[in-house]
T-cell receptor, first 114, second 112 residues
């Protein structure tokens, strides 16, 4: 089945630094990648939609200059959290449509900003 | 404005009995409804889906029922097993490569 590999699984960074999260589709081409964020005991909130070769579409309230999304190839989408602050600490997950109704999710990245 | 709602944050069921997880939605334009299972610090795992033109879909121990007039769907797990203990998310989407909209999840605990 369709597999999305997400790295790193967890990262701790200092305030003010940037962190890059990668999602790779291993056995299929992901023309679209969705990026979600989950706060503790809350739902998954859509942050942005990336399409290969074009600019990402951000949801209302998501700062595009803070959360940089790049989808340069059919198998790789990246999310860079720039100038991270403690309030950016969260669980970030990517997801891509596969061949069925259910989309494939990465394993998630736990970001802690100290 | 929450388009997908799971009003029960938690549910406890004895092993072997039926687990019924409920979900309501407000957007009548959704074309697919899905259930995902999630463990802490992991991505959601797809369980089962149903098209808006159907009212029931079954896959092994999992059955999803859709009541469009009530804008309500439910996931039945029979028989429940301890390994089913997890957070279950209801999600919905429109046709095409459109994003999933999630409910807040229900934590299911299956007690041996």
């Amino acid at each position: 089945g369709a597999v999305v590999s997400q790295h790193p699984s967890r990262v701790i960074c200092k305030s003010g630094t940037s962190v890059k999260i990668e999602c790779r589709s291993l056995d299929f081409q992901a023309t679209t990648m969705f990026w979600y964020r989950q706060f503790p005991k809350k739902s998954l909130m859509l942050m942005a939609t990336s399409n290969e070769g074009s600019k990402a579409t951000y949801e209302q309230g998501v700062e595009k200059d803070k959360f940089l999304i790049n989808h340069a190839s059919l198998t790789l989408s990246t999310l860079t959290v720039t100038s991270a602050h403690p309030e950016d600490s969260s669980f970030y997950i990517c997801s891509a449509p596969g061949t069925g109704d259910g989309y494939t999710f990465g394993s998630g990245t736990r970001l802690t900003v100290v | 404005d929450q388009q997908v709602k799971q009003n029960s944050p938690s549910l406890s069921v004895q092993e072997g009995r039926i687990s019924i997880l409920n979900c309501d939605y407000t957007n009548s334009m959704f074309d697919y409804f899905l259930w995902y299972k999630k463990y802490p610090a992991e991505g959601p795992t797809f369980l089962i889906s149903i098209s808006s033109i159907k009212d029931k879909n079954e896959d092994g121990r999992f059955t999803v029922f859709l009541n469009k007039s009530a804008k309500h769907l439910s996931l039945h797990i029979v028989p429940s097993q301890p390994g089913d203990s997890a957070v279950y998310f209801c999600a919905a989407r429109k046709l095409g490569n459109t994003p999933l909209v999630f409910g807040k999840g229900t934590r299911l605990s299956v007690i041996a």
